[in-house]
């Protein structure tokens, strides 16, 4: 159990929210194979929930089975956000978290995502406006820094913790980095020894069960924030948890099993998206399945241009009788390899 605020959550590995990716369907998925604690929305706009944009409820979208629940949400202004942020509690769900930590361009540029680490005071007055707006728990999540030159994360940390935050969740890199170069621990380390009581949650390369482990025994963090790893692997939370509780870890699913979890996959996003706009979000999600199966090219190829459900079971039988793996194969498993975002993030 790890206590995030007034919320207790029954493990300390949580769903990092990613853009695009983090929706209901995958949600459900994970929650299915057991190990996830806490799960976080894909960030949503303070001024789209204020403004009550027409896409922003796809993105609110939860069920009985997807608890508890955490928004998160992103804006430019303490006032954006606490608005956002009262907007979210009313909807009723368990937790509301700060985006202060994307390095998208497109949230830096106005002053959201990571640019709140710039300012300890500012991003502390901005999570005080928040805590005082709500009863729900506030968390935060945040980069190291800007760069190298300001790596201001224990301060943001601490300064958000004596505003009322619940949890910090730190990923180990600064927004410069983007994801290049390895996720510092010494950084998130010292976030953890920077706050008093809240707990910080680990976040970057955590691609196995090994590294989560690794991450809490070398920074003394609370739990870890599993991101794009779990898009490859679902499994990774329910194998994490076996290893941090001291049991076997269970055996890697199975090439059948994989095929089996993606048909799942897509069938929850046909029963809430529609055949048209679920076929769509599959293309993207079936994508990152590549790395496990050792799939080919031409699977991706594939998978980018199914249009109807029969082009879908088509493909998956395809893949069933080996016909879309790489010739490269060579029939070991061990942990998949993780794609990560690529280029200079001004880029992105």
Known sequence: MLRVGSLEVASNLFLAPLAGYTDL???RLVRGLGGVGLATTEVVSSR????????????????PDDRPLAVQIDGASADDLTEAARIVEGLGFQAIDVNMGCPAPKLTRPGGGASWTC???????????????VRVPVTVKMRLGWDDRSITAPEVARACEEAGAAAACVHGRTRRQGFSG???????????????????????????????????????????SIGRAALTDPWIFARARALL???????????EERVALIRRHYALLLA???????????????????????????????????????CVERLLED????????RSHDGKHGEPRVPVPAGPVDRW
């Open 245 to 255: 509780d001291g049991r076997p870890e269970p055996p890697a699913p199975s090439f």
């Open 119 to 133: 300012s300890p005071a500012r991003a502390a007055h901005a999570v005080a406006s928040v805590v005082r707006a």
């Open 48 to 63: 789209a929930l204020i403004h009550a944009n027409k896409r922003t409820p796809q993105f609110l979208r939860t069920a």
């Open 272 to 310: 809430e998206d529609g055949e048209a706009r679920g076929t769509v979000r599959f293309r993207r999600a079936a994508v990152w399945y590549g790395p496990a199966l050792r799939a080919s090219r031409e699977y991706r190829r594939r998978v980018t241009s199914v249009l109807t459900p029969a």
């Open 182 to 224: 390895a996720v510092r621990l010494d950084g998130i380390a010292a976030v953890v020894a920077s706050v008093r009581s809240i707990p910080v949650i680990g976040n970057g390369d955590v691609t196995s069960p090994e590294a989560a482990r690794r991450m809490i025994a070398a920074t003394g963090c609370a739990g870890v």
């Open 319 to 326: 893949v069933l009788a080996g016909k879309l793996r790489a």
């Open 25 to 27: 369907a995958f949600r």
